[in-house]
């Protein structure tokens, strides 16, 4: 499955209109021969301030780039995301990107501080240079993605595959990107499935693509199986509100789907607190990795993230051999765990 593609990239004769000059001058200019042709400084300052102006990337050079290889593949954060553990949520994105390198003959370069910028981000370009330059090409990945970088090294030609879902305007970023739609989907079928008819949802303060992927597909596999939900969450409001749980109490909803385990814990805790058990009384899913908890497990989702690490290793190496094909996304299924905290409706 790959994602909705753009607006065709700019070509040299969308240079060239701009520019005001023949196809075959932007050719000249980007090939850096503009002495040998005589083009003159003012044609070749037009056709480069077009160039940026329309993020016009240049393919054949970048094929002849790519024949110079250093066989090193670089991984970057931009946040401080490196694991102190094998429970961190990127240990095993790393452990894929690590075991698949090494496969297929190439050395990594952890890019861990590229720059310097405020809250601990980290930044690719310093002093306007891409200092990923030092690997043949790169796997990015994070939660505070700066999308402006994300637009810079697209337009400048950079092969890079980002892991998770990233929506930059005027761009395509070439993602490897866990499945959670259907994965949500899945999730409310089993619900349904149990004879649950009125769910809640729990949304998290995070707007960004994973999330959106997470509640397009809950809401659509509702809509789907004619399901009714009347929460706070499903309409938009984060959190969970005590008004909502005392309606949950008084039957409001037999199943509720949440966001996170942080999420999962706190509504447990709240219906507790008003005499109800899950999954007894309220059927409880999570839409992310849940490891077992108080001696349950809850039923959820699983990235299968040493796969997408791997995958995004093979997906560089496919834009290394073929610039064209840094435009093309991914998408990787998400196993459906069965836990303990899902059972048939009261």
């Known amino acids: 499955m790959t994602a909705r593609r753009r607006d065709k990239a700019p070509n040299q004769a969308d240079v060239a209109r701009l520019a005001g000059v023949s196809q075959s001058a932007v050719s000249r200019v980007i090939s850096g021969d503009t002495a040998t042709n005589r083009i003159p400084e003012e044609t070749r300052q037009r056709v480069l301030d077009a160039v940026r102006q329309l993020g016009y990337v240049a393919n054949p050079a970048a094929r002849a780039m790519r024949k110079k290889r250093n066989n090193l593949l670089g991984v970057h954060t931009f946040e401080p995301v490196f694991p102190h553990a094998r429970e961190d949520f990127y240990f095993e994105f790393l452990l894929g990107i690590e075991e698949r390198a090494e496969e297929t003959g190439f050395d990594l370069v952890l890019f861990t501080s590229t720059g310097v910028g405020g809250g601990g981000e980290r930044k690719i370009y310093r002093d306007g240079t891409n200092r990923l330059n030092l690997a043949d090409g790169s796997i990015l990945l994070g939660v505070a993605t700066n999308r402006d970088e994300l637009a810079r090294l697209w337009y400048e030609g950079y092969p890079f595959v980002h892991i998770g879902r990233r929506e930059v305007p005027g761009a395509e970023i070439p993602s490897v990107i866990p499945d959670y739609r259907s994965a949500a989907?899945?999730?409310?079928?089993?619900?349904?499935?149990?004879?649950?008819?009125?769910?809640?949802?729990?949304?998290?303060?995070?707007?960004?693509?994973?999330?959106?992927?997470?509640?397009?597909?809950?809401?659509?596999?509702?809509?789907?199986?004619?399901?009714?939900?009347?929460?706070?969450?499903?309409?938009?409001?984060?959190?969970?509100?005590?008004?909502?749980?005392?309606?949950?109490?008084?039957?409001?909803?037999t199943a509720v789907v949440v966001e996170s385990v942080r999420l999962a814990n706190e509504l447990r805790d709240g219906l507790s607190a008003r005499g109800l058990k899950v999954p007894d009384d309220v059927s409880v899913a999570v839409l992310e990795g849940a490891p077992p908890d108080l001696g349950g497990q809850w039923d959820s989702l699983e990235i299968p993230r040493i796969e997408i690490g791997r995958i995004a290793v093979d997906r560089l190496r496919a834009i290394l051999d073929d610039p064209d094909a840094r435009t093309e996304n991914l998408f990787v299924d998400c196993a459906v765990i069965s836990g303990t905290t899902i059972t048939d409706a009261p």
Request: aromatic content about 8%; cysteine-free.
């Open 185 to 253: 989907a899945r999730i409310v079928e089993k619900l349904a499935g149990h004879g649950h008819r009125r769910l809640g949802y729990v949304r998290e303060y995070l707007e960004m693509e994973p999330y959106e992927d997470r509640r397009t597909g809950y809401a659509q596999a509702v809509a789907r199986l004619g399901l009714t939900d009347d929460s706070p969450g499903f309409h938009g409001e984060q959190g969970i509100g005590g008004a909502w749980l005392d309606e949950v109490a008084r039957g409001g909803a």
